[in-house]
């Protein structure tokens, strides 16, 4: 696309920008951004939550407070009751009242297979603005939900798992990452990204790239959902785990070659639906920033460190 040039365009320079920052005072900026997606489960109220909570991290991650929401809609209405779609209206309704926002309206068409999500617009003070790209050397790196979302779905879509033994992993999709971005914000960090289609590997990256630096993650102090280390080690991992490694590895390096690696790895690369933050803090506010982590429930504990080695460039322990 063509370059914009407006400087009330914050960040339209920045690669991999979590969502678009627009100034419209000194210490205003809306932020907004836009997901929607095919349903990850099969109760229709429980979609609608998690297509929302997806919709409002990108805003979470750059620090903004929710405003306002607007629902984007596709329904095959002539083959499927309406009751099934006004539980996802319900559903989103609900996440939307949870996050602070207004919903003021939407937009639905006709289509063969139901989608769901939101545009969603968020204020935020310029000054205090969080952005993927302020990594440092020395940064920790805090993930604030566990991996694992996208193996589990496909474990459900092949009956190998029930909704209630699936009961931790679609709860934390449809929760809301806004006590972690509290947190982020309350300490100061460095950058914050959320992790969702392109897996914790493909996130992280983009975050490196951003600010310029490489990236040391430990696989064993990375947290997976119940159950998502037994079903990708009996198949069970998403096509899009394995679409991300061919893409992304390049990047990254892993020189253990012991048993489980390549499971393991897959697990890195799942491709995650409402997933958690990624936080980059220095190191005299890491314990300051676990312990507000752990105030609201979130992950606490550091999976890696920025290092300067090759921008994008990641590798594993």
Request: with cysteine; aromatic share 8%; glycine share 12%.
């Given at each position: 696309?063509?370059?914009?040039?407006?400087?009330?365009?914050?960040?339209?320079?920045?690669?991999?920008?979590?969502?678009?920052?627009?100034?419209?005072?000194?210490?205003?900026?809306?932020?907004?951004?836009?997901?929607?997606?095919?349903?990850?489960?099969?109760?229709?109220?429980?979609?609608?939550?998690?297509?929302?909570?997806?919709?409002?991290?990108?805003?979470?991650?750059?620090?903004?407070?929710?405003?306002?929401?607007?629902?984007?809609?596709?329904?095959?209405?002539?083959?499927?009751?309406?009751?099934?779609?006004?539980?996802?209206?319900?559903?989103?309704?609900?996440?939307?009242?949870?996050?602070?926002?207004?919903?003021?309206?939407?937009?639905s068409i006709e289509d063969d297979e139901p989608k769901y999500g939101l545009a969603v617009t968020g204020l935020v003070d310029p000054r205090q603005m969080i952005t993927s790209a302020g990594a440092r050397p020395g940064d920790l790196l805090f993930l604030t939900k566990p991996l694992g979302s996208g193996i589990i779905a496909t474990a459900l879509k092949g009956d190998q798992l029930t909704a209630a033994e699936a009961e931790e992993t679609l709860?934390?999709?449809?929760?809301?990452?806004?006590?972690?971005?509290?947190?982020?914000?309350?300490?100061?960090?460095?950058?914050?990204?959320?992790?969702?289609?392109?897996?914790?590997?493909?996130?992280?990256?983009?975050?490196?790239?951003?600010?310029?630096?490489?990236?040391?993650?430990?696989?064993?102090?990375?947290?997976?959902?119940?159950?998502?280390?037994?079903?990708?080690?009996?198949?069970?991992?998403?096509?899009?785990?394995?679409?991300?490694?061919?893409?992304?590895?390049?990047?990254?390096?892993?020189?253990?070659?012991?048993?489980?690696?390549?499971?393991?790895?897959?697990?890195?690369?799942?491709?995650?639906?409402?997933?958690?933050?990624?936080?980059?803090?220095?190191?005299?506010?890491?314990?300051?920033?676990?312990?507000?982590?752990?105030?609201?429930?979130?992950?606490?504990?550091?999976?890696?460190?920025?290092?300067?080695?090759?921008?994008?460039?990641?590798?594993?322990?």
């Open positions: 696309m063509p370059p914009v040039d407006d400087p009330a365009y914050l960040n339209r320079d920045q690669h991999y920008a979590d969502a678009g920052v627009y100034q419209i005072s000194e210490k205003k900026a809306l932020v907004q951004t836009v997901d929607f997606f095919t349903p990850v489960v099969d109760d229709p109220y429980l979609f609608g939550q998690i297509a929302a909570a997806n919709a409002f991290s990108d805003l979470y991650a750059m620090g903004a407070k929710p405003l306002t929401a607007l629902n984007l809609v596709c329904f095959p209405a002539g083959r499927q009751p309406l009751e099934i779609l006004e539980q996802i209206l319900l559903g989103g309704f609900d996440k939307i009242k949870e996050a602070g926002a207004v919903l003021i309206g939407g937009h709860r934390g999709m449809a929760a809301l990452n806004a006590g972690a971005a509290e947190a982020a914000v309350e300490v100061g960090a460095s950058a914050v990204t959320d992790i969702t289609g392109f897996g914790l590997l493909g996130h992280l990256h983009e975050l490196l790239v951003a600010s310029g630096v490489g990236a040391v993650i430990d696989a064993a102090a990375v947290p997976l959902y119940p159950g998502a280390a037994e079903m990708a080690a009996t198949g069970f991992i998403p096509g899009g785990a394995y679409r991300n490694k061919n893409y992304f590895e390049k990047w990254v390096r892993w020189p253990d070659k012991g048993a489980g690696r390549e499971e393991r790895l897959l697990t890195l690369y799942d491709p995650q639906t409402s997933g958690g933050l990624l936080i980059a803090v220095s190191p005299g506010r890491a314990r300051a920033l676990g312990a507000a982590l752990a105030k609201q429930g979130a992950g606490r504990e550091s999976i890696g460190e920025i290092i300067g080695d090759t921008p994008g460039g990641i590798v594993i322990s």
